[in-house]
């Protein structure tokens, strides 16, 4: 069975503070997909990275990266300089390398930035 | 740039109602879902539709759903008849299937249901 952790319910930081958002999974897939989603208080699901299981590389946008490790099973997202903007909550989820399969999300972590 | 739509926005029903909850995929994706969100909580797979027809559904797919695409652009939702446990957002999502970097579900914005 798939599922996803994320350990921390909620994150409180000051602007400019950086911060960690956890997430562990589990599959018994040998090739999966990763991915992050940001609800904003709007409601949304805004998309933000995809990583696929055989590509371990860290990667950065702007003031946000990633940060894969396969060998803890975690896909961890780390925000630099935070603002107040970021706040929201932040969903990690995984999928199966078969096309069309559903997305399994974890309970989410809530971020608060205040200024 | 092209997104998911979804109307209406906000509905509230009565128990026992049916409700139809529309979603517009973007243009040139041929898989289809149907995501929920009941307040609070993580959001959580219903169904996908490929090819005019289900491909996955989950537990909570039971037969007071149903899905269907009606014509070239739509994609709808329906429950028979609501309980106020279906109270919740729903979401629609499309995805362009096979090639590695179209492997997202881009989300519609939501339909926040309430049945009383």
């Known amino acids: 069975a798939q599922k996803v952790t994320q350990a921390q319910t909620e994150i409180s930081v000051v602007e400019k503070e950086d911060v960690t958002l956890d997430c562990v999974y589990e599959t018994r897939d040998t090739t999966y997909y990763l991915f992050w989603y940001k609800q904003p208080p709007s409601g949304e699901l805004v998309f933000l990275i995809r990583?696929?299981?055989?590509?371990?590389q860290n990667e950065i946008s702007g003031r946000y990266s990633w940060n894969f490790q396969k060998s803890t099973s975690s896909f961890n997202f780390t925000i630099t300089a935070s603002q107040v903007v970021d706040s929201a909550v932040y969903f990690c989820?995984?999928?199966?390398?078969?096309?069309?399969?559903?997305?399994?999300f974890g309970k989410g972590t809530t971020l608060s930035v205040s200024s | 740039e092209p997104e998911v739509t979804q109307t209406p926005s906000h509905q509230v029903t009565q128990m026992g109602q049916e409700v139809i909850l529309r979603c517009v995929p973007i243009s040139n994706h041929l898989y289809f879902y149907w995501y929920r969100q009941i307040l609070g909580q993580k959001v959580e797979f219903l169904v996908s539709f490929y090819n005019n027809e289900i491909s996955e559904k989950s537990e909570i797919f039971d037969d007071q759903f149903s899905v269907e695409r009606p014509d070239g652009s739509n994609f709808t939702l329906k429950i028979r008849s609501t309980k106020l446990e279906d109270s919740a957002m729903y979401f629609c999502?499309?995805?362009?299937?096979?090639?590695?970097?179209?492997?997202?579900?881009?989300f519609g914005p939501g339909t926040r249901l309430l049945v009383l």
């Open positions: 999502a499309s995805k362009i299937p096979g090639q590695q970097a179209e492997e997202t579900q881009y």
């Open positions: 989820a995984l999928s199966s390398y078969q096309a069309g399969t559903a997305l399994i």
């Open positions: 990583r696929n299981s055989f590509d371990e």
